[in-house]
């Protein structure tokens, strides 16, 4: 994996440039090879920063990050037929990376090593804004352009304020000066745009959900997959340049919401470990579209769904675009965390999550303990997981427990990118996930009989994944790149050897 840095002054140093408080713009492509539009206009930008002074000198004290290609695996996998329904280019990559794992949902479990190494170069950039560029399945309509944002409700605060009411609008405004009208993600309700769409909620498993966690603005930009790739290569270009063109307008205001973010973050007394569409709060969109139409399929029994160019509509159309909090834990001092769950503490570490280790055994008071005590599981697993929908949990309020020399984590440290949600939920033990109490600890000895009277009843839950949701017609909805599992494809473009460098040295490469 490589990345590059551009910076109009030549100053190339993280450490320096961190001390001198500079914005940061990150543009990472190439995670979904076989979605390259990305890769090309990310390499068409950075070249013209080399070759035109003006367009470098655009960036005042804003550096431009970038992942040319982030699976390099899956972009070295080239084909040109996982991706059929893609109108080009000819040839590109493969969805998986070499383990066959999607890394748009890796960014929480880490199981690759692309994103192990991602974990470590966000928290090290601490990037003020993010572009993470993709290619959309789904219906057809004429917008080339779709965007989905981190969601505001979740970063919440001045900053969420400031992205909903300043920085979208600001967007979607110049995209359409531009000549690229843009439209948020259609994220169907039903089988159709005109049924509605509701935004895309971005779990931290996702780039821009995983964004969110360091309180980055993110984006997810997708291109439609039925235009030419020419064009779609431009309105990515243009996207990333308006998303660019803002932040360094606007660095200084939103390095400050940031700030201010973390600040409160850091005194809040609860935290949302769950999000869901606010089905309560509908907006209206104005939206265009084009007309579906059904016919008897040839293959099979059943009516087959197409739309009608010719037959173009324009209409207001419902948009849910709010989240609401869906499961919320009131915040502990700290999380305990067995030194047996390594990879626990390492992904805590890697995200700079201060960690204490005690020297010495030590009594705990007045500690919970959750434990799980049962999981449903899906039949088959994805991206080398289960997937447990059902899950049944039990608590114990005041247990006191020896505790063995544990690493423990403090939950409100404050750090320049201390993600404050706890995570790994799911993969955590009983007495780290979701322990909320001072302190915590392993058992000294396993439980012998089931949990006490005192342990709360059980509870069960559905998640409120989207995917194992239907739509009112009783199908399954149509997902689009980033939320099906379906291989995609598309073609990928430069490395970093074809690059050309500038004399001036503001740009570098990492290995
Ligand atoms: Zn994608």
Known sequence: MHAGLVAADGVLDRDTLRAQGRPVFFNNNGIHPGEPEGIDACMALVRD??????????????????????????CVNRNSTSRV??????????????????????FIKCDSLAAQVFNRFFTAWDPDVMVDTHTANGADYPYTMTLIPTQPDKLGGGLGDFLRERMLPAIYGDMERRGCPTCPYVNLLGETPDEGIEDFVDLPRFSTGYAALHHTIGFMPETHMLKPFAERVAAMRTLVEVVLDFTVAQAERIQQLRRAARADDARRAQWPLRWRNDHERPARLRFKGYTAVRSPSRLGDYQRLAYDRDQPWEKDIVHFDRCIEEQVVAAPKAYPVPQAWREVIERLEWNGIALQRPDADRLFEAARVYRVLEVGTRASAYDGRMFHDRWCWARTPRPSRRAPATCWCRSTSPGPATPSRP??????????????????????????????????????????????????RGRPRIRSCCATRRPCTGSCSPTASGMPSRSGGAIRWWR
């Open 49 to 74: 920063f080399c070759l035109a002074p003006e367009r470098l000198a655009a960036l005042g004290k804003t550096v431009f990050l970038f992942i040319p290609v982030y699976n390099v695996d899956g």
């Open 85 to 106: 329904n893609q109108l080009g280019p000819e040839s590109f990559g493969f969805r998986g990376n070499g383990q066959h794992l999607d890394l748009n949902r890796d």
């Open 423 to 472: 995570r790994n939920r799911k993969r955590t033990t009983a007495s780290s996930a979701g322990a909320s109490s001072t302190a915590c600890s392993r058992r000294s000895r396993p439980p012998s009989r089931p949990m006490s009277s005192r342990t709360r009843p059980c509870r069960c839950w559905r998640t409120s994944r989207r995917c194992g949701r239907r739509s009112t």
